[in-house]
């Protein structure tokens, strides 16, 4: 089950027991939904996961905000780092750069050596390698919200169904996990 299906599961069952009542008492309404859903492991695993990780982030964020010098670090990605940390890694990520290869075109070219037109060549070919990995990704979890935790794909799809997902969803016309 993908997040959207998920989400939309529990919207039309919150609609549906609103829609019963002429009245709604909101902590109520919640302990019905855990109950109800609580039988289902994949909806609340993926429930689970979906919304603890902005929960974590923002409890993480506050116990720095408290703990650490304002200014002392920076949110880079997904990450907190100290300035400190961040100089040792640019040290150590500057030294990469010195010895780095890119393809690009028919070549291999040092980094630090290319030209605006090989790096956009070079990163034509990664996004295209990329887009090929997230394609196969939501494949994957595709099939894993289909099939369930215990089964496996052979017991639910021939190699011709699989292909034939596969096919709508290289085209666009499948649904994307």
Do not use: C
């Amino acid at each position: 089950m993908n997040d959207m299906n998920r989400r939309q599961l529990l919207r039309e069952w919150v609609h549906e027991q609103v829609d019963a009542r002429a009245s709604v008492n909101l902590p109520e309404l919640s302990a019905e939904a855990v109950e109800h859903f609580m039988g289902n492991q994949a909806f609340i695993e993926g429930l689970l996961r979906e919304s603890l990780e902005p929960v974590v982030y923002q409890i993480a964020k506050s116990v720095i905000d408290k703990t650490r010098v304002p200014g002392d670090y920076i949110e880079l990605g997904d990450e907190i780092i100290s300035k400190e940390e961040l100089g040792k890694r640019a040290d150590t990520l500057g030294k990469r750069f010195e010895r780095w290869m890119e393809h690009s075109g028919d070549q291999h070219i040092h980094f630090m050596q290319m030209k605006a037109p090989h790096l956009l060549e070079a990163a034509r070919e990664r996004e295209k390698r990329g887009n090929t990995e997230l394609l196969i990704a939501a494949f994957e979890r595709k099939l894993a919200s289909d099939i369930g935790p215990d089964k496996r794909v052979e017991e639910v799809y021939s190699t011709a169904e699989v292909a034939q997902i596969f096919e709508s969803m290289k085209y666009g016309r499948g649904e994307v996990a």
